[in-house]
């Protein structure tokens, strides 16, 4: 019932910025909550912030004061500002969206590199 596509992913240097977009599409006035998750080989999948529809956001203690999490519910779309980066913050990127009475639906992933 919805269908995710991310980008914005890439090779930035520490320190760098990148802006992750995910797009949805389909039954996206049902959204009600937009999420970005990460994950690297042999790692459980991380949630890094979340967006809901009343206005309440989360973010992993990691990335409080460097990402920001930014949604359109009505267009489908959320973004995630990563600043000052780390190579720590290297990892697969995912675009999660809840919508309501279908479930979680998830993006292909974008892939981040953070490197000298």
């Known amino acids: 019932q919805v269908r995710l596509v991310e980008f914005g992913g890439g090779l930035v240097q520490p320190g760098g910025s990148l802006r992750l977009t995910c797009v949805a599409s389909?039954?996206?006035?049902?959204?009600?909550?937009m999420d970005w998750y990460r994950q690297t080989p042999g790692e459980q999948r991380e949630l890094v912030a979340s967006?809901?529809?009343?206005?309440?956001?989360q973010y992993t203690d990691s990335v409080k004061g460097r990402f920001t999490i930014s949604r359109d519910f009505a267009k489908g779309m959320a973004y995630l500002q990563m600043n000052s980066l780390k190579s720590d913050d290297t990892a697969v990127y995912y675009c999660k969206a809840f919508v309501h009475g279908h479930g979680d639906y998830w993006g292909q992933g974008t892939q981040v590199t953070v490197s000298s």
């Open positions: 967006a809901r529809f009343d206005g309440y956001i």
């Open positions: 389909g039954s996206v006035n049902s959204i009600t909550v």
